[in-house]
């Protein structure tokens, strides 16, 4: 089946640095990828909509120039987030689809910690 | 209102129970999906649905176009079944883009 690569699993880093997420498709192709954040004991919440070759599309108050997003391949999509500092501590998880009617394959997530 | 509704919220049975997680929505969509959320974060997929009804192992998974409400059943519950359990839904022409309910968190006693 579809398997989505994600890492770290665990980061912590000093506030003020920057912290790189990559998410890799390893057996198809991915026009669009997912960034999910998920704060404790909350739903997942979009943060952008990652297009291959094209700019990411970003929800509503999601900061762009804080949270870099690149889809460089097909296969690959890097969430960077900017300058971090501990509000930004939380679950990030990527997602990403073959195409439309074959489903949802999730990365495993990365636990960020900020310090 | 959310549109996305999980109920209930939290779910304490004990192992064998028939185990029901029900999610209403008040959007048209193209398809609804289950998905099963383990304490250390990890998501996996576990049904897509577009209509009717699927099964795999103790999993069952129903939906009802016309009432917007879907339903995730498990039989002879385990305590590894204990997770989280969200619905999503992707709304229609919304380039796979996916609504949240709230899940329901899930433990099973032994």
Redesign the interface.
Known sequence: GAVVSQHPSRVICKSGTSVKIECRSLDFQAT?M?WYR?FPKQ????MA?SNEGSKATYEQGVEKDKFLINHASLTLSTLTVTSAHPEDSS?Y?C?A?PG??Y????G??T?LTVV | KNEVEQSPQNLTAQEGEFITINCSYSVGISALHWLQQHPGGGIVSLFMLSSGKKKHGRLIATINIQEKHSSLHITASHPRDSAVYICAVEHMDSNYQLIWGAGTKLIIKP
């Open positions: 669009t997912f998920q739903s997942l919440m979009l909509t679950f998880i997602s689809s439309a009617n489903g949802y394959t999730f495993s997530g636990r």
